[in-house]
Protein backbone atom coordinates (compact mmCIF):
# COMPACT_ATOMS: atom_id res chain seq x y z
CA UNK A 1 0.00 0.00 0.00
CA UNK A 2 1.37 3.47 -0.95
CA UNK A 3 1.99 6.50 1.86
CA UNK A 4 0.23 9.28 1.76
CA UNK A 5 3.27 10.87 3.62
CA UNK A 6 6.18 9.46 1.60
CA UNK A 7 5.76 9.27 -2.03
CA UNK A 8 7.71 6.21 -3.76
CA UNK A 9 11.50 6.10 -5.61
CA UNK A 10 11.77 4.04 -8.57
CA UNK A 11 14.71 5.78 -9.90
CA UNK A 12 16.92 7.20 -11.25
CA UNK A 13 19.19 5.87 -9.29
CA UNK A 14 21.40 9.36 -9.80
CA UNK A 15 23.20 11.92 -6.91
CA UNK A 16 20.29 14.43 -7.57
CA UNK A 17 17.07 12.61 -7.38
CA UNK A 18 17.98 10.69 -4.71
CA UNK A 19 18.21 13.97 -2.77
CA UNK A 20 15.41 15.45 -4.32
CA UNK A 21 13.72 12.55 -3.36
CA UNK A 22 14.53 12.63 0.38
CA UNK A 23 13.98 16.17 0.56
CA UNK A 24 10.29 15.36 -0.23
CA UNK A 25 10.70 12.84 2.61
CA UNK A 26 11.64 15.05 5.13
CA UNK A 27 8.84 17.64 3.64
CA UNK A 28 6.28 14.76 4.32
CA UNK A 29 6.95 14.26 7.86
CA UNK A 30 6.78 17.64 8.69
CA UNK A 31 3.78 17.96 6.43
CA UNK A 32 1.97 15.09 8.64
CA UNK A 33 3.24 16.61 11.85
CA UNK A 34 1.81 20.08 11.23
CA UNK A 35 -1.74 18.75 10.03
CA UNK A 36 -1.80 16.47 12.99
CA UNK A 37 -2.12 17.89 16.34
CA UNK A 38 0.56 16.71 19.44
CA UNK A 39 1.48 13.91 16.13
CA UNK A 40 5.03 13.11 16.57
CA UNK A 41 6.59 10.78 13.93
CA UNK A 42 9.30 8.33 15.50
CA UNK A 43 12.66 7.31 13.92
CA UNK A 44 11.39 4.20 13.47
CA UNK A 45 8.37 4.96 11.92
CA UNK A 46 10.53 7.91 9.43
CA UNK A 47 12.59 4.99 8.35
CA UNK A 48 10.07 2.62 7.90
CA UNK A 49 8.47 4.68 5.49
CA UNK A 50 10.97 5.89 3.95
CA UNK A 51 12.62 2.28 3.29
CA UNK A 52 9.08 0.69 2.41
CA UNK A 53 8.84 4.15 -0.24
CA UNK A 54 12.04 2.34 -1.95
CA UNK A 55 10.28 0.73 -5.06
CA UNK A 56 13.70 0.54 -6.91
CA UNK A 57 14.08 -3.65 -7.35
CA UNK A 58 17.43 -3.33 -6.35
CA UNK A 59 16.94 -0.94 -3.29
CA UNK A 60 13.91 -2.90 -2.02
CA UNK A 61 15.90 -6.26 -1.47
CA UNK A 62 18.26 -4.24 -0.11
CA UNK A 63 15.95 -2.95 2.51
CA UNK A 64 13.80 -6.07 3.24
CA UNK A 65 16.95 -8.03 3.81
CA UNK A 66 17.95 -5.71 6.40
CA UNK A 67 15.10 -4.04 7.67
CA UNK A 68 15.33 -5.09 11.00
CA UNK A 69 19.16 -3.44 11.68
CA UNK A 70 17.97 -0.57 10.18
CA UNK A 71 14.36 -0.27 12.38
CA UNK A 72 17.03 -0.59 15.10
CA UNK A 73 18.98 2.94 14.56
CA UNK A 74 19.13 5.84 16.79
CA UNK A 75 17.95 8.39 13.95
CA UNK A 76 16.15 8.36 10.36
CA UNK A 77 19.72 10.37 9.31
CA UNK A 78 21.76 7.47 10.55
CA UNK A 79 19.40 5.41 8.35
CA UNK A 80 19.99 8.15 5.11
CA UNK A 81 23.49 7.79 5.85
CA UNK A 82 23.96 4.00 5.42
CA UNK A 83 21.42 4.34 1.91
CA UNK A 84 23.66 6.83 0.59
CA UNK A 85 26.72 4.78 1.20
CA UNK A 86 25.09 1.76 -0.32
CA UNK A 87 23.52 3.11 -3.60
CA UNK A 88 25.80 6.63 -4.44
CA UNK A 89 28.92 5.91 -6.60
CA UNK A 90 32.40 6.71 -4.31
CA UNK A 91 33.25 9.61 -6.21
CA UNK A 92 29.98 10.63 -6.61
CA UNK A 93 30.74 14.39 -5.38
CA UNK A 94 33.74 14.98 -7.92
CA UNK A 95 31.85 13.64 -10.47
CA UNK A 96 28.56 16.04 -9.63
CA UNK A 97 31.72 18.89 -9.60
CA UNK A 98 32.81 17.79 -12.87
CA UNK A 99 29.34 18.45 -14.50
CA UNK A 100 29.38 21.59 -12.64
CA UNK A 101 32.40 22.70 -14.03
CA UNK A 102 31.73 21.21 -16.98
CA UNK A 103 28.71 23.15 -18.02
CA UNK A 104 28.60 25.91 -20.51
CA UNK A 105 25.77 26.88 -22.91
CA UNK A 106 27.31 26.31 -26.06
CA UNK A 107 24.62 26.59 -28.71
CA UNK A 108 21.08 25.92 -26.42
CA UNK A 109 19.05 28.50 -25.21
CA UNK A 110 19.98 30.74 -22.48
CA UNK A 111 17.43 29.44 -19.72
CA UNK A 112 17.97 25.55 -20.96
CA UNK A 113 21.71 26.60 -19.80
CA UNK A 114 20.52 27.97 -16.50
CA UNK A 115 18.60 25.05 -15.40
CA UNK A 116 20.72 22.45 -16.56
CA UNK A 117 23.44 24.07 -14.34
CA UNK A 118 21.29 24.62 -11.51
CA UNK A 119 20.33 20.80 -11.57
CA UNK A 120 24.20 20.24 -11.41
CA UNK A 121 24.48 22.65 -7.80
CA UNK A 122 21.68 21.10 -6.47
CA UNK A 123 23.32 17.27 -6.59
CA UNK A 124 25.99 19.18 -4.35
CA UNK A 125 25.82 19.77 -0.52
CA UNK A 126 24.38 23.02 0.13
CA UNK A 127 27.83 24.80 1.01
CA UNK A 128 30.20 23.14 -2.02
CA UNK A 129 29.29 25.68 -4.37
CA UNK A 130 29.24 29.64 -3.04
CA UNK A 131 26.95 31.90 -4.27
CA UNK A 132 29.27 34.14 -6.00
CA UNK A 133 31.12 31.49 -7.93
CA UNK A 134 27.58 30.17 -8.91
CA UNK A 135 27.00 33.89 -10.43
CA UNK A 136 30.46 33.76 -11.90
CA UNK A 137 29.76 30.88 -13.27
CA UNK A 138 26.49 31.42 -15.45
CA UNK A 139 27.72 34.92 -16.25
CA UNK A 140 31.88 33.43 -17.76
CA UNK A 141 30.10 30.28 -19.26
CA UNK A 142 27.22 32.27 -21.25
CA UNK A 143 27.23 32.47 -24.73
CA UNK A 144 30.53 35.11 -25.77
CA UNK A 145 27.69 37.18 -27.17
CA UNK A 146 25.44 37.41 -24.22
CA UNK A 147 28.80 37.40 -21.73
CA UNK A 148 29.90 40.92 -23.93
CA UNK A 149 26.62 42.30 -24.09
CA UNK A 150 26.72 42.13 -20.43
CA UNK A 151 29.93 43.23 -19.87
CA UNK A 152 29.16 46.53 -21.58
CA UNK A 153 26.04 46.82 -19.72
CA UNK A 154 26.28 50.07 -17.71
CA UNK A 155 25.39 49.58 -14.11
CA UNK A 156 26.09 45.63 -14.27
CA UNK A 157 28.36 44.43 -11.23
CA UNK A 158 28.40 40.64 -10.92
CA UNK A 159 29.42 41.40 -7.45
CA UNK A 160 26.54 42.88 -6.15
CA UNK A 161 25.65 41.22 -3.41
CA UNK A 162 22.05 41.98 -3.33
CA UNK A 163 21.47 40.31 -6.58
CA UNK A 164 20.79 36.48 -6.71
CA UNK A 165 21.50 33.86 -9.05
CA UNK A 166 17.60 34.10 -10.17
CA UNK A 167 17.89 37.62 -10.49
CA UNK A 168 20.92 37.31 -12.69
CA UNK A 169 19.32 34.95 -14.64
CA UNK A 170 16.37 36.81 -15.50
CA UNK A 171 18.41 40.02 -16.13
CA UNK A 172 20.99 37.56 -18.76
CA UNK A 173 17.88 36.31 -20.00
CA UNK A 174 16.28 39.59 -21.16
CA UNK A 175 19.44 40.56 -23.02
CA UNK A 176 19.57 37.17 -24.70
CA UNK A 177 16.11 37.99 -26.44
CA UNK A 178 16.87 41.45 -26.68
CA UNK A 179 20.38 40.59 -28.67
CA UNK A 180 18.53 37.83 -30.60
CA UNK A 181 15.62 40.25 -31.87
CA UNK A 182 18.65 42.89 -32.63
CA UNK A 183 20.30 40.49 -35.28
CA UNK A 184 17.77 39.55 -36.55
CA UNK A 185 15.96 42.80 -37.14
CA UNK A 186 19.20 44.58 -37.87
CA UNK A 187 19.78 44.72 -41.76
CA UNK A 188 22.71 44.10 -43.34
CA UNK A 189 24.42 44.85 -47.26
CA UNK A 190 23.43 42.35 -49.69
CA UNK A 191 25.40 39.73 -50.14
CA UNK A 192 26.32 39.39 -53.86
CA UNK A 193 27.65 36.16 -55.83
CA UNK A 194 31.40 36.71 -57.30
CA UNK A 195 31.94 36.92 -60.61
CA UNK A 196 33.89 34.76 -62.38
CA UNK A 197 36.84 37.05 -62.58
CA UNK A 198 36.43 38.00 -59.32
CA UNK A 199 36.88 34.49 -58.12
CA UNK A 200 39.80 33.83 -60.45
CA UNK A 201 41.35 36.71 -59.13
CA UNK A 202 41.11 35.92 -55.61
CA UNK A 203 42.44 32.26 -55.77
CA UNK A 204 45.14 33.49 -57.63
CA UNK A 205 46.56 35.99 -54.31
CA UNK A 206 45.01 33.15 -51.81
CA UNK A 207 41.88 35.66 -50.72
CA UNK A 208 39.45 34.56 -49.20
CA UNK A 209 35.50 34.79 -51.24
CA UNK A 210 33.24 35.79 -48.45
CA UNK A 211 34.97 38.80 -47.52
CA UNK A 212 36.79 39.53 -50.06
CA UNK A 213 39.82 40.24 -48.77
CA UNK A 214 43.43 39.09 -49.70
CA UNK A 215 46.81 39.85 -49.04
CA UNK A 216 48.22 43.19 -48.88
CA UNK A 217 45.31 44.43 -47.49
CA UNK A 218 45.55 46.62 -44.37
CA UNK A 219 43.25 44.03 -41.87
CA UNK A 220 44.07 40.74 -43.64
CA UNK A 221 44.66 37.75 -41.39
CA UNK A 222 45.18 34.55 -43.30
CA UNK A 223 42.09 32.25 -42.74
CA UNK A 224 40.27 29.86 -44.12
CA UNK A 225 36.05 30.37 -45.09
CA UNK A 226 34.88 28.88 -41.31
CA UNK A 227 37.17 31.35 -39.16
CA UNK A 228 36.30 34.03 -41.61
CA UNK A 229 35.82 37.23 -39.22
CA UNK A 230 33.27 38.82 -42.25
CA UNK A 231 32.72 42.42 -43.99
CA UNK A 232 30.07 43.94 -43.25
CA UNK A 233 30.58 46.06 -45.99
CA UNK A 234 29.74 43.34 -48.45
CA UNK A 235 27.35 41.68 -45.95
CA UNK A 236 29.42 38.60 -45.30
CA UNK A 237 28.93 37.44 -42.26
CA UNK A 238 32.35 35.56 -39.97
CA UNK A 239 32.19 31.80 -40.50
CA UNK A 240 30.66 30.02 -38.24
CA UNK A 241 33.69 29.20 -36.05
CA UNK A 242 35.50 32.94 -36.01
CA UNK A 243 36.20 34.16 -32.49
CA UNK A 244 36.88 37.78 -32.01
CA UNK A 245 40.32 38.83 -30.50
CA UNK A 246 41.07 40.12 -27.46
CA UNK A 247 40.84 44.63 -27.10
CA UNK A 248 43.74 45.80 -25.49
CA UNK A 249 41.04 48.18 -24.04
CA UNK A 250 39.71 45.37 -21.41
CA UNK A 251 42.46 42.85 -22.01
CA UNK A 252 39.88 40.24 -21.33
CA UNK A 253 37.56 38.08 -23.24
CA UNK A 254 34.97 35.24 -22.12
CA UNK A 255 35.97 31.76 -21.23
CA UNK A 256 34.00 30.71 -24.29
CA UNK A 257 36.22 33.16 -26.52
CA UNK A 258 39.19 31.50 -25.82
CA UNK A 259 38.19 28.11 -27.03
CA UNK A 260 38.85 27.44 -30.54
CA UNK A 261 35.68 25.19 -31.33
CA UNK A 262 33.39 26.84 -28.76
CA UNK A 263 30.01 27.48 -30.95
CA UNK A 264 28.19 30.61 -32.00
CA UNK A 265 24.41 31.36 -31.97
CA UNK A 266 22.69 28.56 -34.02
CA UNK A 267 20.45 31.72 -35.65
CA UNK A 268 24.10 32.95 -36.70
CA UNK A 269 24.52 30.74 -40.09
CA UNK A 270 27.94 30.10 -41.85
CA UNK A 271 28.19 32.40 -44.59
CA UNK A 272 27.20 30.71 -48.28
CA UNK A 273 28.34 31.87 -51.75
CA UNK A 274 25.91 29.64 -53.98
CA UNK A 275 28.58 29.01 -56.50
CA UNK A 276 31.42 28.62 -54.16
CA UNK A 277 33.05 26.03 -52.21
CA UNK A 278 35.21 25.24 -48.77
CA UNK A 279 37.47 23.09 -51.25
CA UNK A 280 37.70 26.17 -53.69
CA UNK A 281 38.45 28.79 -51.40
CA UNK A 282 41.07 29.61 -48.32
Known amino acids: MTSKIVAPFSGPLTANSLKIWLSSCEDGFDNYQDTHKDATLSAKTRIRLTGSALTDPQMAEWWVGSKSK ?103 GAHRVALFTSAASTPSSAFSPLTEEERAALTAVRGCWNCRGKPGDADWIPHQRHMCPGNSAVGARPGKDYVPSTTPATGIVAVGLLDPDYPVLEEEPEPRDVDTSDEDSD
Open 70 to 172: FLELATWEDFVKKLKDRFMPVNWKMDALEQFYSCNQGKRDFRSYAADLAQCLGTLPSSTISTTIYKYHILFFSHPHLYLRMRALQGFDIDLSTQTPDELIALM
